[in-house]
């Protein structure tokens, strides 16, 4: 079955240093991965997807089947970024598949 | 023009209650889900269903029940509700599976 796991509950780092949410994920498939993110009174929505290998407000994350990691990283991390972060992984198809998240990293950016 | 709608957004009720929550999408989309997230933030998917028919079912007591009308709403029934059911719960939508839509979720508690 498939699992993902994000090992750290809480992160807090000061404005400007940078930080890397960790994921990691088991899966005898392709794995297709992604990051969603949800703001203070905001709703859950989609971050970034790995396959698309772009960086969104300064984030990126790379897929390492080797590590069977998707890491999220921000070389200078803003107050703004603070938020919950779930890493996420696809399975069942494009059509009908379901995402399966981990249990999710706060991140704290403080001035 | 909210693009995913639940409602109630609070839900106070005591055990043993039958409580429905509704959820409407306007966005066009063909596939709809609800999850669960319990108090430590794990977002778990219950149910999911494609253009009204329900395609996945993970582990969840028969008491939980959905219904989906029409391909733009899809409901969420409770029977005989229990203290352990106490959770936030999120309706999403989607076009592909990994970019869900999500809604601003409704908190229930049973007292």
């Known amino acids: 079955a498939q699992r993902v796991t994000q090992p750290e509950k809480l992160l807090s780092v000061f404005k400007g240093a940078p930080v890397e949410l960790k994921c990691n994920y088991s899966?005898?498939?392709?794995?297709?991965l992604f990051w969603y993110v949800q703001y203070s009174r905001q709703r859950l929505q989609l971050l970034l997807r790995?396959?698309s290998r772009e960086s969104i407000k300064g984030f990126t994350a790379d897929l390492n089947k080797g590590e069977t990691s998707f890491h999220l990283k921000k070389p200078f991390a803003q107050e703004e970024d603070s938020a919950m972060y779930y890493c996420?992984?696809?399975?069942?198809?494009?059509?009908?598949?379901?995402?399966?998240f981990g249990q999710g990293t706060i991140l704290t950016v403080h001035p | 023009d909210t693009a995913v709608s639940q409602t109630p957004k609070y839900l106070v009720t005591q055990m043993g209650n039958d409580k429905s929550i509704k959820c409407e999408q306007n966005?066009?989309?063909?596939?709809m889900y609800w999850y669960k997230q319990d108090s430590k933030k794990f977002l778990k998917i219950m149910f999911s269903?494609?253009?009204?028919?329900?395609?996945i079912n993970e582990t969840v007591p028969n008491r939980f029940s959905p219904k989906s009308p029409d391909k733009a709403h899809l409901n969420l029934h409770i029977n005989s509700l229990e203290l352990g059911d106490s959770a936030v719960y999120f309706c999403?939508?989607?076009?592909?599976?990994?970019?869900?839509?999500f809604g601003p979720g409704t908190r229930l508690t049973v007292t």
């Open positions: 999403a939508s989607s076009l592909v599976a990994y970019e869900q839509y």
């Open positions: 899966y005898s498939g392709s794995p297709e």
């Open positions: 790995h396959i």
């Open positions: 996420a992984l696809v399975t069942g198809g494009t059509s009908y598949g379901k995402l399966t």
């Open positions: 966005l066009g989309h063909d596939t």
């Open positions: 269903y494609n253009n009204k028919e329900l395609i």
